[in-house]
Nanobody
Framework: QVQLVESGGGLVQAGGSLRLSCAAS????????MGWFRQAPGKEREFVAA????????FYADPVKGRFTISRDNAKNTMYLQMNSLKPDDTAVYYC?????????????????WGQGTQVTVSS
């Protein structure tokens, strides 16, 4: 299992930017794929982005393409989500996840590890 701790959430105006971080421990970071999900009030949790263990492959949900960038620093055991041009619809709790492959991450990481979540609020 991997332990995950998110940080970097907060309140920002529409059009602004935030960078989320996810620090991992407990397993060799370089062997796992990682990603981000989010859950808005009253809505189901949804996939946001995923990244392969090497960082060479990335995947994004349509609503965030061109605005969000996922990356990782294996030397620091940390993953990031740079969020630009934020919209009120991006308001949600953002969760960091880790699993065996990007496919299993994108499928919901049923057997993976999840962080506790960090709140992102975008005001209009």
């Amino acid at each position: 299992q991997v332990q995950l701790v998110e940080s970097g959430g907060g309140l920002v105006q529409a059009g602004g930017s935030l960078r989320l971080s996810c620090a991992a421990s407990g397993r060799t970071f370089t062997t796992i794929a990682m990603g981000w999900f989010r859950q808005a009030p009253g809505k189901e949790r949804e996939f946001v982005a995923a990244i392969s263990w090497s960082g060479s492959s990335t995947f994004y949900a349509d609503p965030v393409k061109g605005r969000f960038t996922i990356s990782r620093d294996n030397a620091k055991n940390t993953m990031y989500l740079q969020m630009n041009s934020l919209k009120p619809d991006d308001t949600a709790v953002y969760y960091c996840v880790a699993d065996e492959t990007t496919r299993t991450v994108m499928s919901g990481a049923r057997f993976g590890s999840w962080g506790q979540g960090t709140q992102v609020t975008v005001s209009s």
